[in-house]
């Protein structure tokens, strides 16, 4: 369950049996990025308008997609008039996490693929030109 209250503009939040506690400014919960999956190096992929928030919190450890859901509700119920791209967050928070694990994967595995193979496989993966 996503525990969350807002004490002196501050969102407090966590989640039950996560290691999971943070404290947000509510004015910021509406902030956008552009972000990008992959490593400096690389081109990546570039994902416009997206939760910095949404995307801070849940593409360290991989999340229920539920508690996803709660914490972009509570953002549009605090910050209604925000810019963020929903559907380009969610997305976002996906691939990224592809990307964590295929990362991981490939410090063990017996053939390395390069950056920009795991960069295309998730292009080609999600759809994305």
Same mark, same amino acid.
């Given at each position: 369950m996503m525990k969350h209250s807002i004490k002196e503009d501050v969102l407090h939040l966590s989640i039950d049996k996560k290691d999971f506690s943070y404290r947000i400014p509510v004015k910021k919960l509406g902030n956008s990025i552009d972000w990008k999956v992959g490593n400096k190096e690389s081109k990546g992929i570039i994902i416009k308008n997206v939760s910095t928030w949404t995307l801070q919190l849940f593409t360290k450890?991989?999340? /229920?997609? =539920?508690?996803?859901? &709660?914490?972009?509700? #509570?953002? &549009?119920? &605090?910050?209604? =008039?925000?810019?963020i791209n929903w559907d380009d967050t969610l997305l976002a928070v996906n691939i990224q996490n592809n990307y964590n694990w295929l990362v991981e994967k490939n410090k063990t595995a017996e053939e390395k693929l390069? /950056? /920009? /193979?795991?960069? #295309?496989? #998730?292009? =080609?993966?999600y759809k994305i030109d």
């Open positions: 450890k991989v999340t /229920e997609d =539920k508690y996803i859901k &709660q914490f972009v509700k #509570l953002i &549009q119920d &605090q910050s209604p =008039k925000n810019n390069s /950056e /920009e /193979e795991i960069i #295309l496989s #998730l292009k =080609k993966k």
